[in-house]
């Protein structure tokens, strides 16, 4: 079965500094691994996605994250967060397994301090 | 480009009315579409998968006499909570997807808040 844990509930960063929000995943097969980013009341907005092409993604807005087999990992990063980067964001696994469903991680916050 | 759009993004309404809600890829086929219901700060919970001209695949606890879908084209998917309750106030966002394939990513309506008064 495919899981995905992302590792905080909330992370707080200084507006022009380094953003990391960690996710691990579990899965039997290759999965596929995206980022989601959702805003308050809309719904979520694809970033980047991993499907075993390169193992470092880019993405929108700056964002990119990283395939690491050997840990399990797919952490987002940001060089230099901006305010508008404040929002929930989701980490989310698919794999030929689980077929045609994804799975969530439970969100991270993100809030951005000016 | 995958664009979906969903409508209405509000609905306020008396307890025991029926909500349809829709979902539509306005810039693509989406052979396959996705219900979720959003709790207050929590993930989402899916709630049915649709597949354009079959039956939808419901998560086990849905009711399926409660939440209709339907998924009559390959463009739209329609949701109907048949006679609504207090308890089913939450936030509805769909997703669309082009094809089977596990490596697609699924693109997000802006989602539907509805309150039952």
């Known amino acids: 079965a495919q899981s995905v844990t992302q590792l905080d509930s909330h992370v707080s960063v200084s507006e022009g500094t380094p953003v990391l929000l960690r996710c691990n995943y579990s899965s039997s097969y290759s999965p596929s691994l995206f980022w989601y980013v959702q805003h308050p009341n809309k719904g979520l907005q694809l970033l980047l996605k991993?499907?075993?092409?390169?193992?470092l993604v880019k993405g929108i807005n700056g964002f990119e994250a990283e395939f690491k087999k050997s840990e399990t990992s797919f952490h987002l990063t940001k060089p230099s967060a901006h305010m508008s980067d404040a929002a929930e964001y989701f980490c989310v696994v698919s794999d030929r397994r689980g077929y045609q469903k994804v799975t969530f991680g439970t969100g991270t916050k993100l809030q951005v301090i000016p | 480009g995958a664009v979906v759009s969903q409508h209405p993004s509000r609905v306020i309404c008396k307890s025991g009315t029926s909500v349809k809600i829709e979902c539509r890829s306005l810039d693509f086929q989406a052979t396959t579409m996705f219900w979720y219901r959003q709790f207050p700060k929590q993930s989402l919970m899916l709630m049915a998968t649709s597949n354009e001209g079959s039956k939808a695949t419901y998560e086990q606890g849905v009711e399926k006499d409660k939440f209709l879908i339907n998924h009559a084209s390959l463009t739209l998917s329609t949701l109907t909570v048949t006679s609504a309750h207090p308890e089913d106030s939450s936030f509805y966002i769909c997703?669309?997807?082009?094809?089977?394939?596990?490596?697609?990513?699924?693109?997000f309506g802006d989602g539907t808040r509805l309150s039952i008064l």
């Open positions: 997703s669309a997807r082009l094809d089977g394939n596990y490596n697609q990513p699924q693109h």
């Open positions: 991993y499907t075993s092409a390169a193992t």
